[in-house]
């Protein structure tokens, strides 16, 4: 049962998958949202800036602040993953018009850092996004940690990957920014694609949402029958050839794997919720940053191969989750806005 309410900042590259999470996360009773930060990722920052204040517009959640970030890694080009979300981010939906009124004129790492102080008991911060905001937050305030209740992280892998088949998105995009993370003794808790992958929404239940015809149901419905770079258009090959730093996609799903929807996103909002629809553990992590092919490799060490000690475990990695509850859970907070 989830019932506690705790305050809570997430960090979004708003693209389809996080629009989803920012839909289930305002739909969390036990969530207080002070704030919302927007990053670099899926697309450049000023479509992932834009779509966050338009999605949480349309949620009806002008309340929450939101504060714009980094708009590339710390060290690195920027890779993006235009043929999958659409060159803006929000492939299949069109807003009215743009809706600006939430945006502060902080930049992100100010605006984390006064919230943060600002909150009489620590913060839970769900990253879903390059890790480039967060980092930069550790690098300015180094007892920025004793604000945070815990890192909720979308990406690591055991042995899968996206776009790579070892390395994920979250992580290939901005890999120092996780040993950042990683090193900076924060509470730190990761759900990986191994877990993220089956959370998948089904074409039946896809169906299922787009019969709903509450404005949010049509809308969650609109993007996931256009997420993917399966519905990537030729215009929109030109668009991103142009900009160049794309990911590259390479991976071959069967017809069954194309048709589900992995709810990466939202699967990490719901274990900031309730997390005990996961089991998950602790166990020491790091980050390859130099690697010729392994760039964005996260080193699980299950066995303790480094002998380290209980103390120095750094991640509590996600590795069960029961499907049903999680879709359940999900569905059900789409149709909560009817
Ligand atoms: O690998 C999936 C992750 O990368 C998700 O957060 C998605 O939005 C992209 O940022
Ligand atoms: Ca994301």
Redesign the pocket.
């Known amino acids: 049962m989830c019932i506690k309410k705790f305050p809570v900042l997430i960090d979004v590259?708003t693209?389809?998958?996080?629009a989803l999470a920012l839909t289930a996360a305002c739909a969390c009773p036990q969530f207080d949202i002070i704030g919302v930060t927007t990053v670099a990722?899926?697309v450049d920052l000023k479509y992932t800036t834009k779509n966050t204040m338009n999605v949480l517009h349309l949620l009806g959640r002008d309340d929450i602040p939101v504060a714009a970030g980094a708009d590339g890694p710390l060290e690195r080009p920027l890779i993006r993953?235009s043929a999958v979300?659409g060159v803006e981010g929000l492939r299949g939906f069109q807003f009215e018009e743009n809706y600006t009124d939430s945006l502060v004129d902080e930049d992100a790492v100010t605006f984390l850092w006064n919230k943060l102080k600002s909150q009489k008991e620590k913060v839970t911060i769900i990253a879903?996004?390059?890790l480039t905001n967060i980092a930069r937050l550790i690098l300015s305030h180094e007892d920025c940690g004793e604000y945070i209740e815990k890192i909720v992280f979308?990406?690591t892998s055991y042995h899968d990957g996206?776009p790579s088949p070892i390395v994920?998105?979250?992580v290939l995009v901005d890999p120092e920014a996780l040993r950042i993370v990683l090193d900076s003794k924060i509470e730190f808790c990761a759900v990986p694609?191994d877990v993220?992958r089956q959370c998948y929404l089904t074409p039946e239940e896809i169906g299922m949402i787009g019969k709903d015809q509450g404005v949010i149901s049509q809308f969650a419905h609109s993007i996931l029958t256009h997420y993917g770079s399966g519905y990537l258009t030729e215009k929109e090959r030109e668009a991103i050839n142009a900009k160049g730093n794309e990911e590259q996609i390479t991976a071959t799903k069967t017809a069954e794997e194309n048709a589900r929807v992995s709810l990466?996103?939202p699967a990490t909002v719901a274990f900031a919720a309730c997390p005990d629809m996961f089991t998950a553990r602790k166990y020491f992590a790091m980050v390859e940053c130099k690697g010729e092919i392994t760039t964005g490799f996260t080193l699980i060490d299950k066995r303790n191969f480094y002998a380290k000690q209980p103390e120095e475990m750094n991640i509590l990695f996600a590795e069960t989750v029961d499907r049903e509850r999680m879709i359940n859970w999900f569905i059900s907070a789409i149709k909560s806005y009817n």
């Open positions: 590259d693209g389809v998958d996080d990722g899926n993953a979300h879903l996004a390059p979308m990406g996206n994920t998105f979250n694609l993220t990466h996103d």
